[in-house]
């Protein structure tokens, strides 16, 4: 096996072998073929797939900086950050941004991706490359910066992300290591070191290569190839489980993903449990990628794969999209995947899935679809199942959840109806009215779930616990089984849920026993001897601290943690970790570091805040807990812990309004209202 080369050291080696800086894979057969020497050899037995791949986008993931666009780097300047920037060559020729102001200069590392946006990484501190917010439109040829050019950021409030912050570029959220690389790169190791706070990450291959995606061995088989026999044919789920490690929201668990392995053995998928990530049907709201999506939907679960759609190699659709062939393959011929026929649809390709309309009447109801006129965009399938946003504020990306529009939905969780996207000049009403009108002999419609979209509702604090035990009864596909499970977390263990999750606890899909151990406390200690890391990583934290004496979980927790380190969650586990083995000053560096990377987030300044006090530190812990107040004021949570340290310091008059302000923004916090009552009695 090729020697894994440090990431500064194969920057340096790219920089000098690559002679045309312009070119593109129009024009060669790679960017630099001498940097992947191991794909290279690939292409001497699969040059139909290593040609196929040369175009992809995958190919481009990242490349040196000598392959950045001059036309960027041409003396432009760009508010973005917080300052003005000026992307230039240096004397040498070597792209830089130069900050106006200050003078400082960030020379380029890493070129990331190549249409419709270009992103790079710049050299920062003790072996971390960051990438900043402003990015190269390929299009338009011009800066933008990412976070104030995308709607979702301006919605949270985030498009000027400032200086000290989680999510500004020289902060822990903007880090090509650790956010970035293990996608962009392959053979790709972080080897992040906590006790320096710093990275020597490695990789073998820029890009997403052959050996992203191939098992290798070490050394040649008898054919030459580097692949052996055994490997060389992966099951469905294998090939899907290659794409899923790179295209999904998730935890990483290890580095040590290797194709074929388990998804779920080395990453925790993040389900639609909490607010704003995804909408509460399962869509993507923020840059969620799509195999969350994919596993609440449907085709996922029927065991519809990324392969069934998407050419291996190239990436592209494997059929087009506009006359709905790719769709029509199985939902125009009955064809049966795992068992299952797949819906019949029409195969009428000059109108769509069923004839236009005339003189703007809707179609026969009970149609298989609703009718729109033909050749235009609301015609094709994806743009109502797959409608498409803009993410890092100019990259569309479609949605893969499948979700049907259907306006019970809308109106049961605010989720917009697809329709409103080509009829806005219509409104909302006439949207509903008419798929009403469409559907109402339709029995298609009675069958949809209800009860999902009311487990979704909960996560807005709308749900009740008896919705969400009915909801799981009768729940098909393990994501929202998961799902449902992670919503019923949030609420108190009643013995029904209890209940529910000893049941689930044996449920086939590793997603669901993951689950059911977060709801089952002290008793998923028996799945610490699950197949599953996910299961065990998530057995292990509810069996804390008897877990670290858990020959295979303690060591996994630990490693994990470890590997998590230099983000504020690994910090805070690494403190956890330490506080349970006495190293009292380990858990006070990594409380701090935590705090140091998410200034303004509220869980980490709150748990080092406990550990302050529990060391007798209550000045220390008011401190934090007037700044995490301060940050957040209406986090009733927060208000709550900052009234106990104010009563724990005598100032009782303080505790009181602390606590009462924590009632007034939540009536259901029970803890905050005892408190309450045992200072101020006379207080309701």
Not at 615 to 638: F, G, I, S, V, Y
Request: glycine share 6%; hydrophobic share 35%.
């Amino acid at each position: 096996m090729k020697r894994l080369l440090s990431l500064t050291a194969l920057s340096a080696l790219l920089l000098c072998s690559c002679g045309e800086r312009e070119q593109t894979a129009a024009t060669v057969p790679h960017w630099d073929e001498s940097a992947i020497p191991i794909s290279k050899k690939c292409a001497e037995c699969h040059r139909k797939e290593y040609e196929d791949w040369v175009r992809s986008d995958h190919a481009w993931a990242a490349r040196p900086a000598s392959h950045a666009p001059a036309a960027a780097f041409a003396g432009q300047k760009l508010d973005a950050h917080g300052v003005t920037l000026i992307p230039e060559r240096n004397a040498q020729g070597a792209f830089q941004f130069r900050e106006e102001a200050s003078g400082k200069v960030y020379p380029v590392m890493q070129v990331i991706a190549r249409k419709p946006l270009i992103q790079f990484a710049v050299a920062g501190e003790r072996g971390a490359w960051q990438v900043p917010s402003a990015a190269w439109d390929v299009e338009k040829n011009e800066w933008f910066d990412v976070f104030r050019d995308d709607e979702r950021q301006r919605e949270d409030g985030n498009a000027e992300r400032k200086p000290g912050e989680w999510g500004h570029w020289q902060g822990r959220g903007m880090t090509w290591n650790s956010q970035c690389a293990w996608c962009h790169m392959s053979g790709y190791h972080k080897n992040y070191k906590p006790e320096t706070d710093s990275f020597d990450s490695t990789a073998q291959e820029p890009g997403v290569t052959c050996i992203a995606c191939h098992k290798l061995t070490d050394k040649p088989q008898k054919d030459g190839c580097m692949v052996a026999k055994e490997d060389r044919v992966m099951t469905r789920k294998q090939n899907h489980d290659v794409c899923a490690s790179c295209h999904a929201r998730r935890e990483e668990l290890d580095d040590d993903f290797k194709p074929g392995d388990d998804f779920d053995d080395h990453f925790r998928l993040e389900l639609p449990r909490m607010p704003g990530i995804f909408l509460p049907n399962g869509a993507q709201r923020e840059e969620d990628y799509v195999e969350t999506g994919f596993r609440l939907a449907q085709m996922g679960a029927t065991g519809v794969t990324c392969y069934d759609c998407h050419d291996a190699h190239a990436g592209d659709v494997l059929a087009p999209i506009e006359d709905h062939s790719r769709c029509l393959r199985c939902h125009g011929t009955h064809m049966v995947i795992n068992g299952k026929e797949a819906p019949y649809i029409s195969p009428n390709r000059n109108a769509g899935p069923c004839k236009p309309s005339k003189d703007g009447e809707p179609g026969t109801p009970g149609s298989p679809h609703p009718t729109v006129p033909a050749m235009t965009q609301g015609n094709l399938c994806v743009e109502c199942h797959m409608p498409e946003d803009r993410y890092m504020g100019r990259d569309p990306r479609r949605d893969h959840s499948l979700m049907p529009p259907d306006p019970g939905v809308s109106d049961h969780t605010g989720v917009e109806l697809t329709c409103i996207r080509c009829h806005a000049d219509k409104g909302e009403a006439w949207c509903k009215s008419r798929w009403v009108q469409h559907y109402r002999n339709n029995p298609w419609m009675d069958k949809h779930r209800p009860r999902i979209v009311a487990a979704g509702a909960a996560m807005r604090g709308e749900g009740k616990e008896e919705e969400l035990l009915a909801a799981y009864a009768g729940e098909p596909i393990p994501a929202w089984r998961a799902t449902i499970l992670g919503l019923l977390a949030q609420m108190p263990r009643t013995e029904a849920v209890l209940s529910l999750a000893r049941e689930a606890a044996k449920d086939e899909s590793a997603m669901v026993r993951a689950a059911a151990a977060e709801l089952l406390g002290a008793e998923a200690a028996p799945l610490m001897a699950d197949k599953c890391r996910a299961v065990r990583h998530a057995a292990g934290w509810q069996s804390f601290p008897a877990a670290l004496r858990h020959p295979q979980v303690g060591a996994e927790m630990l490693s994990t943690a470890r590997l998590q380190a230099d983000q504020p969650t690994g910090a805070m586990q690494l403190a956890m970790l330490s506080a349970a083995q006495g190293d009292v000053q380990m858990t006070d560096t990594q409380y701090r570091r935590a705090v140091e990377m998410d200034p303004a987030s509220a869980v980490p300044r709150m748990d080092y805040a406990v550990f302050l006090a529990q060391r007798n530190r209550p000045m220390e812990a008011l401190q934090q807990m007037l700044a995490c107040t301060k940050a957040h004021p209406e986090l009733a949570e927060a208000q709550y812990r900052l009234g106990l340290i104010l009563a724990e310091l005598g100032q009782r008059p303080a505790a009181v309004r602390a606590l009462q302000k924590a009632v007034e923004l939540d009536a259901a916090h029970a803890r905050a209202a005892e408190a309450l009552r045992a200072l101020a009695p006379a207080q309701p």
